[in-house]
DNA sequence: TATGCCCATCGTCAGCTACT
DNA sequence: AGTAGCTGACGATGGGCATA
């Protein structure tokens, strides 16, 4: 009897288990099972079904392409924010701006009148 | 034209957080 | 505890430009 093994396939070629990540050489996937072999210091081999070996690697591909997905997301995200600080930037360099004329301006006004 | 450098973009991984 | 989503970090890749 074969006891499937519950694996979290990795990238394609390799193998994460309890013990770490292995190298994978995968044969006979006709029959609805798989002869994974990977290398490590004994010469082992696990039985791992077909169908469960292709859910993994269906699970992983959508993660993959969420992933992506998010990833595209997240960097519009952040040029819009940085656009917006940038844009708030400008918007407060011109308040400064005309916060400084103006108070020069009530300075010579000021100037003025304590003359006269 | 070939080469090296810089920059932008992308995919992936890993770690964190919020939710169930 | 398990899962999904978000995001920083990293490496790969390609385009533009200067220089030999």
């Known amino acids: ?21 292995h190298t994978l050489a995968v044969s006979g996937t006709a029959g609805g099972g798989a002869i994974v072999q990977y290398a490590t210091n004994q010469d082992d081999h ?6 469960m070996l292709e859910d ?8 993959l ?6 990833a595209r997301e997240c960097r519009r995200k952040k040029k819009e924010y940085i656009k917006c ?3 708030r930037v400008a ?3 011109n308040q400064n701006k005309a916060l400084i004329e103006e108070l020069k301006s009530l300075k010579e006004l000021y ?3 304590k003359t006269e």
């Open 111 to 113: 100037c003025q009148q």
């Open 46 to 51: 696990f039985y791992v079904p077909g169908p």
């Open 85 to 87: 600080l940038e844009n």
């Open 65 to 70: 392409l969420k992933n992506r997905e998010a």
């Open 1 to 21: 009897m074969t006891i499937p093994l519950i694996v979290d396939v990795i990238p394609a070629g390799a193998l994460q288990t309890e013990s770490g990540l």
């Open 56 to 63: 993994q690697t269906r699970k992983r591909e959508l993660r």
């Open 91 to 93: 918007v407060l360099e």
